[in-house]
């Protein structure tokens, strides 16, 4: 009895001690599901319209549900499937489908504008060009966005209202 005891405490130390410095950060180094990144520091339009652009372009969703705000964000996408309101978690669902059934070849912003008097809500427009996977056509259209700021402790953060395509 003496002999198990000896060998399961130190097994189960080894086991304690491994398990405590896997959960600090994944074995291959990758980051934290993102339910528990931080959100991003944002300065202003500008720095998500950034992340959008990288997202699309990388098929990277996590950069574009990042600026998803507390509501619904009404998105109609040309190779989505149906338009609608969807939250932070039927987004994610959504652009993953996107960027799995489509390649994104360009997405590059080519107007940003402020949309009313003070300064709280801008949109920008991005042309866009696809290649869809099933048949192989290559689309252009354009991509419409929509932001607000959102107040919040210290300051805005800016989140999107709308996310359309237009051909």
């Known amino acids: ?5 000896r060998i399961c405490i130190p097994l189960l130390l080894l086991l ?15 980051d934290p599901p993102a339910a528990e990144q ?11 319209l950034d992340d959008i652009q990288e997202g699309w372009t990388s098929s990277n969703a996590d950069l574009i549900l990042r600026h998803f705000g507390s509501g619904k964000v ?7 499937g149906p338009g609608g309101a969807y939250s932070r978690d039927q987004g994610y669902y959504l652009f993953k489908e996107l960027f799995k059934s489509t390649v994104t ?36 259209d354009k991509v419409y966005i929509a932001m607000h700021a959102e107040p919040v ?15």
């Open 105 to 140: 070849s360009k997405f590059v912003f080519v107007q940003i504008r402020k949309s009313n008097d003070d300064g709280t809500a801008t949109f920008a427009i991005a042309e866009r060009r696809y290649q869809r996977r099933d048949d192989g056509r290559q689309i252009k």
């Open 1 to 5: 009895m003496m002999a198990r005891l």
């Open 16 to 30: 304690a001690a491994s398990t405590a410095v896997a959960g600090q950060k994944g074995d291959k180094g990758e």
């Open 153 to 167: 402790t210290g300051g805005n953060r800016w989140v999107l209202d709308e996310i359309k395509s237009i051909r």
């Open 38 to 48: 931080k959100e991003p520091k944002n300065t202003g339009p500008t720095a998500v």
């Open 74 to 80: 009404a998105i109609s996408i040309d190779g989505s």
